[in-house]
T-cell receptor, first 115, second 113 residues
Framework: ETGVTQTPRHLVMGMTNKKSLKCEQH?????MYWYKQSAKKPLELMFVYSLEERVENNSVPSRFSPECPNSSHLFLHLHTLQPEDSALYLCASSPSPPDRGYEQYFGPGTRLTVT | AQSVAQPEDQVNVAEGNPLTVKCTYS??????LFWYVQYPNRGLQFLLK??????LVKGSYGFEAEFNKSQTSFHLKKPSALVSDSALYFCAVRDTGANNLFFGTGTRLTVIP
């Protein structure tokens, strides 16, 4: 175990649903990340939070809404998704600031299927 | 602009033989370089990194990688492959002062018994 947990592990949702992904880290880190992993494509960085402030938003559609209430928890709120949003969503954490040479610790991911 | 290339989608190697997984990168400043491994239904696990200093970096599970600035490469190596090394390997780079960590598309390593 890496010290980063994600729930749920699997999620199937319709395009009109609203759901949330949860990430929790027990490593004392101050930076947290959301990534999207699709088959045959590089991992796509979606959001970066450092000390609970969003420091990076990589042109992610507004149907994805992150929330970082404290340094241990990160959420990804989902609404009106499209089938192409189906992917593995990975959460990661690292010491802060994120622009240094710290490695990231990843959770097991949430496999999202949009029907 | 930052980018990472892993030229091989698949690498097959016999158990006990040395293995190499290739990675080249492009950054505008000085690179921070990482290797991660992903087993089925799992997140990515950190293997090793190059930040500065000695070009040969040793990491977990007997893996090592060599930073070559002139060739902009950071190939992952292991002297003797194990069947349990079979997994998906990702190279990643961060430019100095940047928040983004750019990943390659991954190389699937299969170690044949």
């Amino acid at each position: 175990e890496t010290g980063v947990t994600q729930t749920p592990r699997h999620l199937v949702m319709g395009m009109t649903n609203k759901k949330s992904l949860k990430c929790e880290q027990h490593l004392g880190h101050n930076a947290m990340y959301w990534y999207k992993q699709s088959a045959k494509k590089p991992l796509e960085l979606m959001f970066v939070y450092s000390l609970e402030e969003r420091v990076e938003n990589n042109s992610v559609p507004s149907r994805f809404s992150p929330e970082c209430p404290n340094s241990s928890h990160l959420f990804l709120h989902l609404h009106t998704l499209q089938p192409e949003d189906s992917a593995l969503y990975l959460c990661a954490s690292s010491p802060s600031p994120p622009d240094r040479g710290y490695e990231q610790y990843f959770g097991p991911g949430t496999r999202l299927t949009v029907t | 602009a930052q980018s990472v290339a892993q030229p091989e989608d698949q690498v097959n190697v016999a158990e006990g033989n040395p293995l190499t997984v290739k990675c080249t990168y492009s950054v505008s400043g000085n690179p921070y370089l990482f290797w991660y491994v992903q087993y089925p239904n799992r997140g990515l696990q950190f293997l090793l990194k190059y930040i500065t200093g000695d070009n040969l970096v040793k990491g977990s599970y007997g893996f090592e990688a060599e930073f070559n600035k002139s060739q902009t490469s950071f190939h992952l190596k292991k002297p003797s492959a194990l069947v349990s090394d079979s997994a998906l390997y990702f190279c990643a780079v961060r430019d100095t002062g940047a928040n983004n960590l750019f990943f390659g598309t991954g190389t699937r390593l299969t170690v044949i018994p």
